[in-house]
C-alpha cells in the first residue's frame, strides 16, 4: 500500500540539541512539505520541496532546516535555534495540478 | 500564512443530526480542500471543490463554495460517532501546490 510514513511518532530534545524527523513516501509524488501543528490551531507550513535537490522556505522556516537528496525522503531538522520546538509536525506529499495532499501521521516533539 | 477561518471553532452534535461548518477565505483561490483529522493522527483528504464549481457531493458529505462571498461550507448528514473530528478547510491559490489552512472546527457526535 502507498503511503507517507513519518518517523518516530514521539521524539525528545534536550536542550541545544538539533533532532532530525523523517518523512518518506512510496506514492511517486514530486511535492513534500513540512507543517508545524500547535494545539487546537491549523497547520502551518515550515519548508517545501517541488523537485528533488530544491525546497523553498514556508511561513515558518526560521529555526528548521531540510534537504531533499530523494525523490522519496524529505527529513526535516529541528535546530536549538528553534526555541519553541514543542509541536505536532506533519508531512505531506502531492502531485502536480491541483491534486490534494496525502499526510503522514505525525511526530510529536516534546522538550525534556 | 493561514487564510481560511472555520466557523464555528467546536460543534456538538446528536448522532444522527446534521453537521454543518463554514470556511471563509481572504483571496481569490484555485481550488478549496476539506481535510479531517482525528485526534493525534494526520489530515485525510475529503473533497476538493475547483474555483469554478458551486457544489460537491461525496457520500454523506456535501461541499459549496461561493466565490462572490468567498466562503465555503461543509455539510455531514445523518452524523456517526466515527464522524467525531476536527475538520480543516486549505485554500490553493497559487500554482506552486501550497496549501493555508484554517484553525478548524471540531465536531464531536454523541451516541
Known amino acids: 500500500d502507498g503511503g507517507i510514513t513519518q518517523s518516530p511518532k514521539y521524539l525528545f530534545r534536550k536542550e541545544g540539541q538539533n533532532v532530525t524527523l523523517s518523512c518518506e513516501q512510496n506514492l511517486n509524488h514530486d511535492a513534500m512539505y513540512w507543517y508545524r501543528q500547535d494545539p487546537g490551531q491549523g497547520l502551518r507550513l515550515i519548508y517545501y520541496s517541488q523537485i528533488v535537490n530544491d525546497f523553498q522556505k514556508g511561513d515558518i522556516a526560521e529555526g528548521y532546516s531540510v534537504s531533499r537528496e530523494k525523490k522519496e525522503s524529505f527529513p526535516l531538522t529541528v535546530t536549538s535555534a528553534q526555541k519553541n520546538p514543542t509541536a505536532f509536525y506533519l508531512c505531506?506529499?502531492?502531485?502536480?495540478?491541483?491534486?490534494?495532499?496525502?499526510f503522514g501521521d505525525g511526530t510529536r516533539l516534546s522538550i525534556l | 500564512s493561514q487564510q481560511g477561518e472555520e466557523d464555528p471553532q467546536a460543534l456538538s452534535i446528536q448522532e444522527g443530526e446534521n453537521a454543518t461548518m463554514n470556511c471563509s477565505y481572504k483571496?481569490?483561490?484555485?481550488?478549496l480542500q476539506w481535510y479531517r483529522q482525528n485526534s493525534g493522527r494526520g489530515l485525510v483528504h475529503l473533497i476538493l471543490i475547483r474555483s469554478n464549481e458551486r457544489e460537491k457531493h461525496s457520500g454523506r458529505l456535501r461541499v459549496t463554495l461561493d466565490t462572490s462571498k468567498k466562503s465555503s461550507s461543509l455539510l455531514i448528514t445523518a452524523s456517526r460517532a466515527a464522524d467525531t473530528a476536527s475538520y480543516f478547510c486549505?485554500?490553493?491559490?497559487?500554482?506552486?501546490?501550497?496549501?493555508?489552512f484554517g484553525a478548524g472546527t471540531t465536531v464531536t457526535v454523541r451516541a
Open positions: 486549505a485554500t490553493d491559490r497559487s500554482n506552486d501546490y501550497k496549501l493555508s
Open positions: 505531506a506529499s502531492t502531485s502536480p495540478g491541483n491534486q490534494p495532499q496525502h
Open positions: 483571496t481569490s483561490i484555485n481550488n
